[in-house]
């Protein structure tokens, strides 16, 4: 929550659940990145896992709605304009400035722990409340500091007051924007480590791809590595050849392009196309020919990842950006 613009007469305070966002992302993220794994999570499927993951984040990246309150003093009128993500078009609710009676942070607390959180509402005059957010959230403080910087520019009451000894409101809503700040840029730093896993391994398929020759082989054994761990299972298709570059015999069991691990399904369909003893074509790399490949295909991990990884970066950049512009 900012306040974006202030003068003797109008005072406008934005909400756009930067940290709700944010953290909606990076769950959408961690989703789709388990789902394309294929492993399994506590006896269940990675996708179902995932895409619940994923799914949850989204949810909470498009569902929290902009909310914008301009107070104008000038116009003695109350205005709140509030929208969803990625539209223009807003809804608008006008109310007289003089029905503005009070400004409150109210408080929820969890039934499982106590735990309180807070939300920023203006009270009017028939004990209606018109809540910055549907939802509360973590923070009293920078809730209360802009509390008071509201009922202060409107002469009105507050039951927020601020702890002794602490900042002035001004100083602890531009702490929270700083922290914001830091928040998108935390953002922009998971992405960019997505991006870049899926665009290592994205250079080293296509390199592989495209220029490994191809060489006749032989089977010798197949075989899936089962990789066994408390929150699921990994799958590793494994064919073991034989093939000969230059009168050197050489054997492998690198059998996909890049390392890949998913679910069992997938890793037996893969060695079921082959036999053991049966001749196939291998692709080997002309630098060094003891390093090959027999499955001639596209990971999926890899597009994944540096999909990913583009629209969070892309995501905290704007949120950066956004919050640069905003002044208190």
Known sequence: MRVTHQTPDLLVVAEDAVGMRAGGGIVA???????GTGTRVNNLPAEIVGGGLFVIGVLFLVLPKISTFYFNRGEKRLVVSRRRTFRSESG???????DVVAVRAEGASSSEDGTKTWRVAVVLADGRSIPFTSYYSSGYNA???MAAIIAGFL???TNAPLPVGLRSPHAIVRGSRTASVALALIFVAFGALFG???????VAEYRRLVTWQPVEATVLRTRVDVRYDSDGNTYRP?????YSVNDQTYTSTHTLPVNESRSGRWAYRVIER????????????????SDAFIVRSHSIIAPVFTAIGLVVTLGGCMAVVGSLKRSV
Do not use: C, H, Q
């Not at 494994?238 to 034989?242: D, H, S, T």
């Open 238 to 242: 494994e064919v073991m050849y034989r």
């Open 29 to 35: 993220a961690f989703g789709a990145a388990l789902a």
């Open 92 to 98: 608008y609710d006008e109310y007289p400035l003089r």
């Open 274 to 289: 082959f036999a053991v003893g049966g001749r196939y074509t291998a692709w080997y790399n002309p630098a060094k020919p």
């Open 196 to 202: 870049s896993i899926g665009a290592v391994r994205l």
């Open 143 to 145: 809730k209360a500091a």
């Open 155 to 157: 002469g009105v009451e």
